[in-house]
C-alpha cells in the first residue's frame, strides 16, 4: 500500500515536472520543473532500493546540470518569457511533433513487444533487503563493463579540452582582427 | 549496515511516534542552537574586537537573537516590483529546508566502543540518536549542499536587481568549485571507513583517538574539508559573496523581514550542521570517555563539545582573516585544493589496496611515488604555462 502511493505521489510529481518545462513560459521556471522531474525520479529510485542512483541522480542532475542550465539562461539574458511563434526554421514545429510522436510511439512499441524486461540486463540496484547497492555497482562498473566506463571518462576529458580550446582566444596574427581586437 | 534497528521488525505506532519525537528534537535543537549561535558569534568576536557586543536583552545579551527574530516577524515584507513572485518566495524555503535536512542524518549520540553499536533504548526499543541513517548517509549530505545552491541562486535572480545577481552567480560559483574538493576529502573517509552510512563512519572510528579519521587519513583530507566547508559556508575568508563593499549584500539585498530571517537562519544552521559532519567524519563523532556508566549522557556531551570547538573555530576566522580577492578564491581551489586532494585520495587508496592484497611495500610505494612526481612535474608545467598565458594577456591591455 506505501509502495503504491510513493509510486503514485512520484509519478504526479515527474509528470507534473515535465509538462512544466515544456508549458512554461518562462526559461528559469522550466528549468525548476525540470528539477522537480528529477526530484521524482529520484524517489522511485529509492522506492527500488536504489539508494545510489538516487544520490547520483539529485547530486549530478539537480545539482549540476540544471544548474549549469541556470548559469546559461540567467547570464545570457534569455530569463524572459519568449515568444514561440518565432521559430528559427519553418518546418520546425511539424519536425518536433514528429519526432516526439515517433520516440513515443518506439518507447510504447518496445514496452508492449518485448515485455518486462526492455534491456536484457539485470538491474545493479542491489537486491531487496539491503545488500549493499553501491558494491554491486561499483564491481559490475570496475569488471564488466570496465571498457565502456573508461571510454566514457576519454570521452569526457575530450569534450572537458575541447571547451577549453574553442574558449581560448586565438594569437592575434590577421592584422585585420588586430586592428578592431585588443582592446588596448 | 542494516539501518536502523528501530524499523526491522516491523513498524508499528510507537516506532512511528519515536521517529516523530527524534524530527522534533532535532529540529528544535538545531533552532535553538541556531539562535545561541548567533549570540556566541557575535559576543566572541566582539571580545576579539575589544567591544562588548549584545548586552541588553537578557543577561549578556542572551536574549538578542530571540528579540531580533521577533522584530523580524513584524516587519513590513518588501517584494521589489521587478521581482518573479513565485521564485522570489520559493527560494528562502529551499535554503532553509536544506539547511535542516542535512542535520538528520549526522548521530549526535550513542556509545560505539566496547561491542555496543551505538543505539539508546527509548520506550523499550533500541534506536539510533539521529533522525535518518540512509545507506547513503553522505551522499545525502552532498546532495543537499549542492541543492542549496538553488536558493541562492534563485534568490539572487528573482530579485530582478544587479547587485544580487552578480552575488548569486559569484555564491554558485565558488559552491560548485568547492564541491568537488569537498567531496573528494569526504571520499577519503568513505574509502577508509568502507561504508557512506554516517552512523557506520563514525563505528568505523570507535576505539581510541588513534582510530580517529583525523589521524589515520592524515590529517590533509580534514584541513582540505575545513577549508572547502568554509567556502562553501560563505563565511569569512571566503565571504565576497555577500561582500559589502562590493555588492551590498549580495544575494539577499532585496530580502526583508521574515524571508530574509530564514536566509540569516538557513547560514547558521549551515554553520552548526558542517561543524557537526567535520565532528563526524573527522573526529569519531560522539567519541570520548564514558565516567559514571551514564553511557547515553556522555557522547553526546562529547559531540556538542567538538561541534561548539569547530564553531569557535568559525568566528575565529571571520575575526582574524581578510577576505580573499575572486582569483585568488578560484586559485586556491582549483589549483592546490584539487590537485593536493586527488593526489592523497590515490595515496589512501593504494595503502588500503596494498594492506589488502599484501603487495610489496617497496613496488608499491617505489611506483607510487614515480606516479606522484611525473603528475606533479606535468601540473607544475600546465599551471606554469597557464599563468604565462595570463600575464601576457595583461601586458596586452
Redesign the interface.
Known sequence: MVDTLVFVAAAVICLVGALGVVLAR?P??SA?ML?MTLFGIAVQFVAQEA??L???Q??VY???IV?LF??VI??LGV?RAQNLEMSFLPVQKWAALLFASGSLAVVVALIVVVGEPVTGVHAMGGTLG?T???RLLARSLFSDYVYAFELTSLLLVIAVIGAVVLVR?PKQTNPVAAEDG??? | MTGDPLYLDGVDLVDIGITIAKVVVAFTFLLVATMFMVWFERKLISDMQNRIGPNVAGPWGLLQTFADGVKFFFKEDLRPENADPLVFRLAPYISAVTAFLSFAVVPIGGSFGGGSSGTVTIFGRETYLQVADPPIGILFLLAMSSIAVYGVMLAGWASGSKYPLIGSVRASAQAISYEAALGMATVVVVVLAGTLSTHGIVAAQSGGFTRWFLVSSGIVPFIVFLIAATAELNRPPFDLVEAEQELVGGFHTEYSSIRFALFFLAEFMNVITMSAIMVTLFFGGPAGPIFFGMTWFWPTIWFLLKVLAFLFVFVWFRATLPRLRYDQLMNLGWKLLIPLILFWLMFISLKELRATYNWNWVVTYGAAVVALAIGASLLTMALRAGDRAYQEELEEV
Do not use: E
Request: aromatic residues 6%; proline residues 0%; hydrophobic residues 60%.
Open positions: 518562462n528559469v521556471h525548476l528539477v539508494h545510489f538516487a544520490a547520483v539529485v547530486i539537480a545539482g549540476a544548474v541556470l548559469f540567467m547570464l530569463d539491503g549493499d547497492d553501491v582566444k585588443g582592446g588596448t
